[in-house]
């Protein structure tokens, strides 16, 4: 590789976003049905799919979509709430009706994507066949979205006629991306779609430590810290319906093995990012978390942590982060040692609302064992094996159809 490739190469790495929500790519030429209902939105629209022998909305479920970087794909979003369990399609057949609420930009404000889901609910109960109450959710910050929607409506006397309200892995006490991973998204030399999701509005709202772009700190950012207070003006929950989530982390303190300390992901060739190191994270004062280095413009920048848990290999719903940098890196010449490439990004203590992150006892705590009280959520359910941010199990849908208003 030439060095005019070699700049290419490392200037173009960071195209490419971690998503945080169920949707998948259509394959093998599926597509999602047409929807009988389709909504414009104050910053966002919906999707409205009737249950069976249905001709309007009579049991409505609205789900809101999770994060990522730009206008959501509700053909993408409905491909992949049925690809690994049918839940959509076993919503219909019990005779619910299907709300799919997407946003103009899933990176921005949590506070300002809650006006689409508050719109679509004001529009749900407005057309409704009958006075069925109605369910309201989402998946990962889509649980976030519509918490604070429903509890805002609260705030201000509005009935929302929601009798249930649901989370899918969101993260009510934070969400982890690696800070060697932020920090890598602003090494790359020009602007990027990784380092803008990660300097997002909603990205700093959700994570539980952010990297600062501009002066290298580490610690809660000021929009979460916004993002809080205006939970808490509003009551920090909805206090009408039931409140359920499920965790796609297990809840008996086991998490994915992945030790702290060690090499996560490393470029090992000689062009693209040579000598670059991830790590994963892990306790101490002074934790080195990723050795950075690049060729154009040459520069060398080693990041790290302090007070920190292990926070990659906590209980949690895991996200493919050092993998699909690796690819990243892969596609663009490099050659990588990748040895972790899952690691934890909701933690099961976050998903279902028991304790924060900061204390390495409280990210590993047995769930299982801890009084139910200790949950902020009225019912929930942890995943009896690790898996994917928001993956739709048989598991955890069974579980919450069951718990749906007859």
Known sequence: MSGQQGESAEKSIGAFALAGSPAVAAVGGATAPAADEEWALPGGFARVYYGAGHQGIVRPVLMADGFSLGRSDLDALYLGLEANHPLVGDLRRRGHDVILVGYDERSASILDNAHAVTAAIMRTTAEQLGDAPLTVGGFSMGGLVTRYALARLEHQRIDHRTRLYFSYDSPHRGAVVPIGLQAFAHFIPVPNDFAKQMNSTAARQMLWRHYNSQDGSI???????????????????????????VANGRGDGQGPNVPPGQTALASTGDRVYPGTKLLTQAEGHEAVVAELKRLFPKAEKTIKTSGFPALDGAPGGTLGSYRILASALEKAGATVDLRHPDVCFVPSVSAVAVRDLDRPEDLYANIDDLPPDESELDDFLCSSETTGHTAITEELCTWLLDRLPR
């Open 219 to 245: 610690g809660v950012d000021p929009e979460r810290e916004k993002f809080l207070g205006a939970l808490r003006d509003v009551g920090g929950w909805p206090r009408i319906p039931r409140l359920i989530g």
